[in-house]
């Protein structure tokens, strides 16, 4: 009796699995976070930078069939960096962007909890003295690209019911002037995001 309960049980549970990873799912939300910022730049620099947290909270969405997934997002993204000069000067920079990743991985898990791992590329549209934050919001809805900068974002994320906790490692591409000295901006981000819809 043990045994035929037990392997119904696992019977259960395993179509469960394959029924979440294999069947067509679509979500929506919304998502928050904090995120530390760093500044590489080559030998040489007339200045050194110090991790400043930033913040940033938008939207998402997800596709996912066959145990995959598919997950663009946008949001608008603060980055602080303290940057200390030769002269021991201190200053804060910060950089504020919309975000743009998409991002492809894979999930495990069934009942409302989950593992993601995931990867993709990121375009970020600056907000600064030329450009409004409806102006960065116009140029990623009409996928302008010219000038952008960019990013590459690996992460994992734990999904809980309508809940998901995400840490992501994002590596700039393209090298930004900063005081006159080419620079990369990577950084960490921890961010909460909510399911409103799925389906």
């Known amino acids: 009796m043990k045994k035929n309960l037990l392997t119904l049980l696992i019977f259960v549970a395993s179509l469960g699995m394959a029924s979440a990873q294999l069947l067509p799912s679509v979500q929506f939300?919304?998502?928050?976070?904090?995120?530390?910022?760093?500044?590489?730049?080559?030998?040489?620099?007339?200045?050194?930078?110090a991790n400043q947290a930033g913040y940033l909270g938008g939207i998402w969405a997800r596709f996912?069939?066959?145990?995959?997934?598919?997950?663009?997002?946008?949001?608008?993204?603060?980055?602080?960096?303290?940057?200390?000069?030769?002269?021991?000067e201190v200053t804060q920079a910060k950089f504020t962007s919309v975000d743009v990743p998409l991002l492809i991985g894979g999930k495990v898990g069934a009942f409302g909890f989950g593992v993601r791992f995931y990867t993709g590329p990121l375009v970020s549209f600056a907000i600064d003295k030329s450009q409004s934050f409806s102006g960065a919001v116009s140029d990623a809805v009409k996928l302008?690209?010219?000038?952008?900068n960019y990013a590459w974002q690996v992460g994992a994320g734990i999904d809980i019911k309508k809940f998901s906790i995400d840490l992501r490692?994002?590596?700039?591409?393209?090298?930004?002037?900063y005081d006159g000295t080419p620079t990369k901006i990577n950084l960490f981000n921890l961010t909460v995001a909510y399911s409103l819809v799925k389906f």
């Not at 993204?77 to 030769?86: G, H, L, Q, R, Y």
């Open 29 to 49: 939300g919304i998502k928050g976070g904090a995120n530390l910022t760093g500044i590489s730049s080559s030998a040489g620099s007339t200045f050194s930078s």
């Open 64 to 88: 996912g069939a066959l145990g995959f997934n598919f997950q663009p997002e946008a949001y608008l993204t603060s980055k602080d960096v303290n940057v200390t000069s030769t002269s021991g």
């Open 144 to 148: 302008d690209y010219h000038d952008q």
């Open 169 to 177: 490692y994002e590596a700039g591409l393209n090298k930004q002037s």
